[in-house]
Every structure is written in C-alpha cells, then in structure tokens.
C-alpha cells in the first residue's frame, strides 16, 4: 500500500519511536554514572560499574549457564523441531492436522504456568537436576519457532527438487543434507536466532526452574535488583543490548531484518 | 459526456532514470487509444500520471477543459481497470460496483438500482452477493469493468486488463470491452503489451519505446506502412536490407545491396526512394526463387512448414535472412537460391542512424 | 519407508510435547479437582477471596488496557512505517525490532530509572518546580501498564506492518480512483482489510499481557500483584501448591477462551475468506 502520509501522523510515529527508544538510551546513560545510585542524565562518567559485573561472581556464573541452556536448548529444539516440520510440510496431505497444532502448544499454554509445571513433573517429581531442567524446559519453550519458521521455509520449498535428486540416485538423508537443507538456511538460521534470544531473555519459565547455586542471567538481575538499586545492573542491561545488536548484526548480514515483519 | 484526453509534453523521472521524454498525445472524444510496447517503455509510466498516482516531472493532463495535472487522483474522475483487478476483497461484488457511487453520495436504493443494471450488463447478476474470492478470473475482471463503468466516467482507462486470463477468454473480453465502450461511447486510453490484442481492440495505436511514442495510427498503417524501423521490427518485418541506388529510369529505381546484390524497384509502388534507404519485408516479402534471377543470392539453411508455405533461414551477403518458398517445391538445406522482393508486401524506410 | 518417516520424523518433537508440555500441564490442573473438599472446593476458595479475585479483575484489566493502547499505537506506527520509502522503512524497522529483541527485564528496568523516585520524570517535574515532593509513580497499575505497553507496542507494530504491507497497492489506487477521499478509502477499505491482522495483534498482546510475570513483578509488586505474580508467589514463597496450581489452571482456561474466541472472529471476519 502507498499513500501520502499526513504530517501530523508523521509527527505521532516520531513520538512512538522516541517512547520506543528512549527507555534504552537512559539505561545506556545510567550505566556510565558515577553515583550508587541509578540516574540520569548521568553524572560523571565511570567504568566502574561494568568493572563491578565482572567481580560479582554471581554475574558471571550465571551468564555462563545462561549461554549453556540457550545454545543446547535451541540446539535441542532445532534437532527435533526440523525433522517434524520437514515432515509436516512433505507429508502434508497425509499426518493429521492436530500434529502441527500440537507443537505450537508451548505458546498457547502460559510460560508461567509451563515453568510452574514443569517444576512440579520434571525437577521435583522425576527428581531431574536444575540444568537439566533448564535445558528441557528452553527447547520446549522455543520449539515453535523451530517448527514454525523452518516450517514456512519448508513451504516455500519445491519438494519436487527433492523428488529429482533422489531419482538421480542420491540416498533420502544426503538428499535432506545437501539439497534441502541448503534450501532452508535462511529458515534455520532465523529459526536459531529468535529461539536463542527468546531462551537468553527468559524469566517466567527459568524462575521456577532455577535452584540454589544454579540460575540464569536474567533471574539473577531481578534477584541483585532487590536487594541493590545500583548502575551494575544498567551496565548488564547495556552489555545484554550489545549481545543484542550483534545478533541483529548477523540477522541483517545473513536475512534482511524486513524478514521480521513476514 | 464526451471530452477529449490531452496529453501535452509529459516528461517523468523515477530517480535519475528518465522514463517518459516529451510524450504528447490526443484521444479524441469517443475514440479508444492503445499504448503498445514492451514493458519499462513508459505506458504504464502514462497511465498512471494520467490516474493521479504518479506526478510528471513537467507537462498537462487535460480532460476536455479540465487540466487534471495537479488534481488528487479521487477527484479526477477516471474510470480505471486494473492488471489483477483490483477489487475489495472484503465487499460483496455489489458493494464493489457500488463503491463508487457511494462515493459521489449516490443514495443507496439508487445505487443498488445502478449497480445492479450494471451487473446486469456484464451478466453478473446471479452472482451480486458473492466476495471477490469466489469468483472466477473472468468475472472478477467483468466486476472491475462494471466497477469502472457504472460511474459513468468521461475517461476509461485499462492498464492491461486481459493479460491475466486464458488465450480464448482473453479473445471474448475484448470483444466485450469494446462493445461496451462503444455502446457508451467513453473516450478511452488501454495499455497492452499484446499487439494483437492492441490492433483488435482500438481505433488507433500508439507504438511506445524507451518513453517515446515511435508512431501513432490506426492498425492497418502500422502493420502496413510502420514508419521507423523500430515500428517495422514490432510489428513483424523481420527483414531489414540496407540499400543504395545505383541508377534510376522514370518510376524504376536500381538499388545495390552489401555483397553486390542488385534490386529493381518501382517508385509507383514505394513512392518517392531516397538514395539511401532500407527495404523492409517480412519473410512473406521474400520468396525464394531456385532459379537464377535478379534479386538476393542466398544459401539456404534450416527449413520449417508453415502449413501456407516453406520458410528458410537464409544466408546471404546482407546478412541472415528469413524468406518463405512455395508448398511444390521444397528445397534442401545448403541449396543456391535467390530472394525475391514481393513488392506490395514490401516497405521503404529511412536508413538507421 | 514413507509411512516410517512420516510418524518417524514427528516422534521426538511429539514425544517431547507430551511428556514435558502436556502431562505435566494437565497434572498441575487436574491436582485442582483432587481435594478433600471436594473437586471444586479451590475455585470456591478462589473466587470467594475478595483479595484474589481482585488481582483476576486488575489482571483483565490491564490487559485489555495495555491491548488497546497498543491497538491503537501500534496501527498508528505500522500506517505510516507501511507508507516509508524503503531505506527509511528498514531503519524503522530495526528500531521497532531492537526493544523486542531486548529482555523483558531490561525493558522493564528502563522504567524502574524513569518513574522511580529519583527517577527522570520526578527529577524533571521538581527541577521545573512543578511539584514540592516526588511522586510515588512505581507500585501502580499505571506503571505497569505503562512497562506492558513498551513491551508490546514493537510486536503489535510488526505484525500490522507485514499486514498493511499485505494490503495491494492496486487496491487502494481502485478506491482513489472511484473517487473516494483518503479518510473514506482509509474506512472503508485499508481498516476493514487490516482487521485479521489487528486480532492477531491484540491476540499476541493481550495473551501476554494476561499471563506476563516479570513487569508486575517489577513495577508493580505485592501492591499490584497480577495472575502471574499471583501465581509465584503462592508456588515459591508461601508453598501454597494447590492454590498455585488453581491459579495456573484459571490462567489456561481464560487464555484459550480468548484465543479461541478471537480466532473465530478472525475467522468471521476475514475479507478473504470464501
């Protein structure tokens, strides 16, 4: 759709982008303040507090183990999530229609009320260790992007590709590694990416999951933040965006972000 | 109503890229005038400047006394019929014909009037209440015309409005189309990059390339008498001979072509021949003679049927030509032969630049 | 080998659902029904908390507040984002994406810095003199909102972009050129064509909002406590399971209510629809 754009909406938009925007440069802004407590605009202009990150054992620990169920945890739901939607997507006609309802469950269902549940089934009633735990409860929590977005790949793919390489003689899983996987990348890697984040970002699933002398990052920034009102957790956040920007960084490089909006 | 359509030096840019240069151009008041040419030739360019939906970079758009240039589009007037149509696919086809009509603040049992004779006039009235995704590729494009038509425009304009449908249903809807448009009598623009859908369906044609209009006349001289080469090629003159004369005798002129070969031509036919020129012929133009006579000498190549005729790619001295021989006696590739001009399927042009 | 595949390929992924999704769901609920006082004696203690039942109202509230707020940002932005040339479309874009792809604490936190009382808007409004003492701005519904509508508003604003970006341009060059003004083209044919998009839109945020835990627990703690804080609270803090576990399973079924009654309207109202 095109049409002319009335300044006074252009003028609205710009606001929302301001009220968008604004909350990041504050917190950007507060982490560099040489005060105890948080401020902006800041006053002075210390390193202090992203030095301090690094002294809080805690911190570290915690980001360490954040990274290790995000990556296993999307690794995990990619290991799943890819064959089902490949076969959701070849076998269409033929696999019942509840199966792919079935794996978008895990947005329907409340994270809060999963991460609960889970917690009550898996960690106290099968006795799994927190990691564990974590790990399970990450992958099904970004199990659909891994179906949906590879999905939509997979629906745009001309299976009868497929159909040719394997009648010039080349075995079904080399066909799915080196002729539609190569198809999919886009797919793959979109589907990694918003499941990574989506993992590395959680908190209703990981706080209940999370035990004593185990725990994510962002749980640990609300459980410093109620007992410490200082800039460290501005300069997380503003180590968090970085990690953050990279990945659109990779997005942009690999994708195109307007992929976002499909 | 009728009003003529002016178009008076348009020029348009998008970026950098000229797409329309100087293009000026008259649909009289009744008349359907087509935009012919191969797409970026700047008929779509046209069309939409004309719409409203694009701005020129300098020029007028006038409707009879109205000078549409700086007009909002929705204020123009134009009944317009799009390439996919274009039709609300949240309204039932009634309310699609009516749309307009609501819009001009017709009351609403007069528009249900009005649209439903409409409907009734492309044969769509069984089918009013039904949306858009339920109908077929032919009677959405017979909504978007009654849609177009039921505002009783002073200016019809199809931006390649059949180019989506099969080969026979495309052959009925113009003929429709321009039933309609007779019977109403709407000055009308059609933007085709079909030629014979073109010719079909319009009093006269413009012939576009590169944002210019190369020639602009009714069918039967653009596919007889194209005055430029860039014409001749579009409109089928596969054989382009470069020629320059070598005598003249009263009416008779004797040309040379590159290689030797020597025509005779009559200025009776052709009227007046230039010194230098170019003889246009389509392969009909062309008969491949096995004996020895004047004319071009050729070795034959690859051979098709035409069911009318034998066509032959042809080697010659000017170049690779192609020339059709008689059903009696086919010729084997790798023959010597001679090509005849047939003079009245033959046409003089300017040599290129 | 085909009919091996296909089940085969789905099995760990179904597998994985069931027993880590579904089960354990199902458990949490069914464990509700299972008291000694009877099947529905933990819905009656439920509902018959004025305490309880108040945070299930302020829960809907805010919801449907921080919905329609976003509704309507939300619409605003992608409308004139639709309409950009492409480079500046793409930076609109990203700025839209990056909040999103931020963490619910971050996000939430940036509000902590604004509204706390030595917060932004209370340095600004007493520097200016225009209050003696700061306000108590955190710990309101206000608050929370406010944090829940800067956390969806990028969502909305992407999902009605690709639908508006959906709409054809011939579409609405039809409108125009059947003589209607920019505001009847507006109503009559971009809105109506936008609806599917808007309920997903208010599906997604609504739905997140409903069920979100971090922000109130942030913004606006044991004063404004909401189903999800709710819900923590009992499980972690007081230990209270089955009360936990009633409030997860009012969470589920209002949740699939909305979700299915909206898709059903989505579904009515679909332009598109045969």
């Known amino acids: 759709m095109t049409a002319r754009i009335h300044p006074v909406l252009g003028i609205l938009t710009g606001i929302v982008f301001l009220f968008l925007l604004a909350p990041l440069v504050i917190i950007v802004g507060a982490a560099f303040s040489d005060t105890s407590y948080l401020t902006f605009p800041p006053r002075g202009l210390t390193f202090h507090w992203f030095a301090n990150i690094f002294a809080i054992e805690a911190f570290r620990t915690t980001a360490v183990t954040s990274l290790e169920v995000a990556f296993l945890g999307t690794g995990l739901s990619l290991l799943i999530g890819v064959p089902a939607a490949y076969a959701l997507n070849r076998y269409r006609v033929e696999l019942p229609k509840w199966l792919a309802t079935l794996f978008v469950l895990p947005i329907l269902v409340p994270e809060i009320v999963f991460g609960f549940s889970l917690l009550k089934s898996i960690t106290i009633g099968l006795g799994l260790p927190v990691l564990p735990s974590l790990i399970l409860g990450h992958a099904l929590l970004v199990l659909p992007y891994s179906v949906r977005v590879v999905g939509a790949s997979l629906a745009a793919f001309d299976f009868s590709v497929e159909e040719a390489a394997i009648s010039l003689g080349c075995p079904p899983v080399k066909t799915f590694l080196t002729v539609v996987l190569p198809n999919i990348r886009a797919g793959v890697i979109a589907a990694f990416i918003l499941a990574f984040i989506t993992s590395i970002n959680d908190v209703s699933v990981s706080v209940f999951l999370t035990g004593p002398g185990i725990s994510t990052l962002p749980i640990q920034i609300l459980a ?18 970085l990690v953050t920007v990279g990945v659109m960084a990779i997005v942009e490089a690999t994708l195109g972000l307007t992929f976002l909006t499909k | 109503m009728t009003v003529s359509l002016t178009i008076e030096n348009l020029s348009a840019h998008y970026g950098s890229t000229q797409v329309l240069k100087d293009l000026s151009l008259s649909v009289a008041a009744g008349e359907l005038v087509s935009l012919l040419g191969s797409s970026g030739c700047g008929k779509t360019t046209t069309l939409r400047i004309v719409a409203g939906f694009l701005q020129p970079t300098s020029g007028h758009v006038r409707l009879g006394d109205r000078d549409l240039t700086t007009l909002a589009a929705h204020a123009r007037d134009i009944g317009l019929v799009f390439q996919n149509y274009a039709l609300f696919p949240h309204l039932t086809v009634m309310d699609n014909v009516s749309f307009g009509l609501k819009q001009r603040g017709v009351a609403k049992a007069d528009r249900l009037v009005r649209a439903g004779a409409m409907l009734e006039r492309v044969g769509l009235s069984a089918l009013a209440d039904r949306l858009p995704s339920a109908l077929s590729g032919g009677q959405k494009q017979r909504v978007a ?49 079909d030629q014979e859908e073109a010719f079909s369906i319009s009093d006269r044609v413009a012939i576009m390339n590169a944002g210019r209009i190369m020639q602009l006349d009714t069918p039967e001289v653009l596919y007889q008498k194209p005055a430029n080469a860039f014409v001749a090629r579009f409109v089928g003159f596969e054989n382009l001979i470069p020629l320059t004369v070598k005598a003249r005798d009263g009416a008779n002129v004797t040309a040379e072509a590159a290689g030797g070969a020597s025509l005779n031509l009559s200025q009776d036919i052709f009227g007046a021949i230039p010194d230098r020129f170019m003889l246009a012929a389509r392969a009909d133009g062309l008969a ?9 000498a050729a070795t034959l190549g690859t051979r098709t049927y035409l069911g009318r005729a034998y066509q032959y790619q042809c080697s010659t001295a000017v170049g690779d030509l192609v020339a059709n021989g008689t059903l009696s006696e086919p010729l084997e590739p790798g023959t010597a032969a001679v090509l005849e001009p047939v003079a009245e399927q033959c046409c003089i042009l300017a040599p290129e630049a | 080998m085909n009919k091996f595949a296909k089940w085969g390929l789905t099995l760990p992924a179904t597998i994985a659902v069931i027993v880590l999704l579904l089960v354990p769901v199902i458990l949490t609920i069914a464990t509700t029904f299972d008291e000694p006082k009877g099947p529905f004696s933990t819905y009656a203690a439920f509902f018959n908390s004025g305490f309880r039942v108040n945070i299930l109202t302020r829960t809907l509230r805010i919801a449907l507040i921080t919905t329609s707020i976003s509704l309507v940002v939300g619409f605003l932005a992608a409308y004139v984002i639709a309409q950009m040339p492409g480079r500046l479309k793409s930076l609109a874009i990203i700025a839209a994406v990056f909040p999103l792809l931020t963490g619910v604490v971050v996000r939430s936190f940036a509000w902590l810095i604004i509204l706390g009382k030595n917060g932004i808007v209370n340095d600004a409004l007493t520097g200016l003199g225009i209050i003696a003492e700061p306000l108590s701005m955190l710990y309101t519904e206000g608050s929370v909102i406010v944090a829940m509508v800067y956390l969806f508003v990028p969502l909305m604003i992407l999902t009605l972009t690709g639908v508006l970006e959906g709409i054809p341009r011939d579409v609405i060059e039809a409108s125009s050129s059947l003589g209607a003004k920019p505001v009847a083209t507006f109503l009559q044919v971009i809105l109506p064509l936008a609806v599917p998009g808007l309920i997903v839109g208010a599906v997604l945020v609504f739905t997140g909002s409903f069920t979100s835990y971090a922000t109130p627990q942030l913004l606006g703690g044991e004063r404004q406590m909401m189903m999800g804080t709710l819900l923590y609270q009992r499980a972690m803090v007081t230990f209270d399971w089955v009360g936990a576990s009633t409030v997860a399973a009012i969470m589920v079924v209002i949740t699939i209510a909305i979700v299915a009654i909206m898709s059903r309207m989505a579904r009515r109202l679909n332009p598109m629809a045969v």
């Open chain 1, 224 to 241: 410093h933040m109620e007992q410490f009102f200082d800039p460290t957790i501005a300069s997380v956040s503003v180590l968090l965006m």
């Open chain 2, 145 to 193: 015309l009654a849609r177009a038509l039921v505002i009783e425009p002073p200016l019809l304009m199809f931006d390649e409005p059949l180019s989506n449908l099969d080969a026979k249903l495309r052959v009925d809807m113009r003929v429709e189309i321009r039933q309609l448009q007779k019977a109403n009598g709407t000055t009308s623009l059609y933007v085709t990059h």
């Open chain 2, 288 to 296: 491949v003679k096995a004996v020895a006579g004047k004319g071009i």
